[in-house]
T-cell receptor, first 110, second 114 residues
Framework: SQQGEEDPQALSIQEGENATMNCSYK?????LQWYRQNSGRGLVHLIL?????REKHSGRLRVTLDTSKKSSSLLITASRAADTASYFC??????????FGTGTRLTIIP | DTGVSQNPRHKITKRGQNVTFRCDPI?????LYWYRQTLGQGPEFLTY????????KSRLLSDRFSAERPKGSFSTLEIQRTEQGDSAMYLC????????????FGSGTRLTVV
């Protein structure tokens, strides 16, 4: 079963705008990760945030984590056409496996 | 290092046939995972290995599914007596889990059961 849910399910924005997607999970985590998936391909790891961290940056990506609300957000700034993809959050609950959410389909309009 | 390799990329099989997929992980990674993904959904965990030991299997993995990782290197996932509901993308990933790094995924094997 999938423990996380992303919101929105789909998002379309103009190139250059910022994109924000949210993730909720159900139980305590060790860390939360975000992945990108281009159509029909495997997933690419973007960023990992540990449970004792509140914010993390990597290039144009900013991730926040609110463990009291069991939620995370991914912000992509200055979006590009190449950012068009599905984005998934994945939670690690202290065992060895990741549990993925349902994903947000992001479309960047040139 | 060329990343995680999965073969074949696509497989079309008739219902009732057996299929086998192969995954070659990154050589330094001792953990290997299999996930299944259907259209519009996130990946669902099937099973994972630490070296050659299979440490966890999902309830999704019926008796028709078996996975192996001989010698802790490549892994195979076999589905016996395939059903149409087995049609999905099968993803393999590897990691050297340190709580600081994520998974490296292969490109997946897309299975279509007709």
């Amino acid at each position: 079963s999938q423990q996380g849910e992303e919101d929105p399910q789909a998002l379309s924005i103009q190139e250059g705008e910022n994109a924000t997607m949210n993730c909720s999970y159900k139980t305590s985590i060790n860390n939360l990760q975000w992945y990108r998936q281009n159509s029909g391909r495997g997933l690419v790891h973007l960023i990992l945030i540990r449970s004792n961290e509140r914010e993390k940056h990597s290039g144009r990506l900013r991730v926040t984590l609110d463990t009291s609300k069991k939620s995370s957000s991914l912000l992509i700034t200055a979006s590009r056409a190449a950012d068009t993809a599905s984005y998934f959050c994945a939670s690690n609950f202290g065992n060895e496996k990741l549990t993925f959410g349902t994903g947000t389909r992001l479309t960047i309009i040139p | 290092d060329t990343g995680v390799s999965q073969n074949p990329r696509h497989k079309i099989t008739k219902r009732g046939q057996n299929v086998t997929f192969r995954c070659d992980p990154i050589s330094e990674h001792n953990r290997l995972y299999w996930y299944r993904q259907t259209l519009g959904q996130g990946p669902e965990f099937l099973t994972y290995f630490q070296n050659e030991a299979q440490l966890e299997k999902s309830r999704l993995l019926s008796d028709r599914f078996s996975a192996e990782r001989p010698k802790g290197s490549f892994s195979t996932l076999e589905i016996q007596r395939t059903e149409q509901g087995d049609s999905a993308m099968y993803l393999c990933a590897s990691s050297s889990w340190t709580e600081n790094y994520g998974y490296t995924f292969g490109s997946g094997t897309r299975l279509t059961v007709v």
